[in-house]
């Protein structure tokens, strides 16, 4: 069943245990499933990966068909979701499970899309698009939020903070309590208090991403991916920091076949590798020899160009490619 993202307030959520919320403004659609479905399931929400649900599939579907005396209900929210998934939905829908709600974040998906189609066609689901906000929206959200916070900002700073967030409400409201934070010990703030502390389209370092990725930390990478809202202009960034550091590597490789003393192959690195990454860098060479490294950058070249010839799907595209990596053992 199609909704739009403004009819929520209207929808019995009790009513409807399957939920596909797909489109690119993923700051709205983290700030539904917080405001109106995590705050009904306190320590009953489980998160997952596409990925990892299909990689254990029974054991998923298990998880959801045990009744547990201690548990009757419980939220589930799985990120990155597409058509791979279609399947798994159809097996819980038709067992009617009532006391598990389910929520399916979905990047765009085509009009042809069998996951977006089953949802719309079907009416004990609900189906929500959600589109980016306009300039206007946001610069709306600004402004009743300072009317409400009864903080005293000209027009033309409010501008400045909403064009900076590029069109992303979730960094807008990061910032917005940022400001307040600042304004509680302050008391005053200026245009240029705004342009010292704002950070606003900014993700999380990239560089951590990649770092627990190549040494197969996959609880971490799969928690920085769903926690940072990353766009698809930031896959590039993303995928070159993967180069980069896929490349240093294979340097470092290339050095311990002539010394086979990591500490000092490292410590000699340059550039220079700061004493706080050497732990993981160690990880990163042991999951990574020689031959697998030339390959996982063959892989990474390959991707960049899949990426730029696929831009409505980049973000599923480094995140599914990303998560793979952070997995096998064979690359």
Known sequence: MIKKAFEINKINLKKYNL??????????KNEIIKDKFEKLYPNKIYRYDENEILEKKNEFLDSILTKSFFENDKLIIISRTTDKIRDIVEDIFLKKIDDVKIILSANILEKKSKLRNFFEKNTDAICIAFYADSYQALNKIAIDFFKEKKISLSQETINLITERCKGDRENLRKELNKIEDYVKSEKKISAEDILKLSNLAENYNASELIDNCLAKNIKKTANILNENNYSNEDCILIVRTLLAKSKR????????KKNKNIEQVITNFKPPIFWKDKEIVKQQLYHWPLEKINSMIVNINETELLIKKNSANSLNILSNFIISKSTTTNN
């Open 19 to 28: 939920y596909l919320f797909y489109g690119e403004n993923e700051g709205h």
């Open 249 to 256: 590597i294979l340097k470092l490789q290339e050095e311990l």
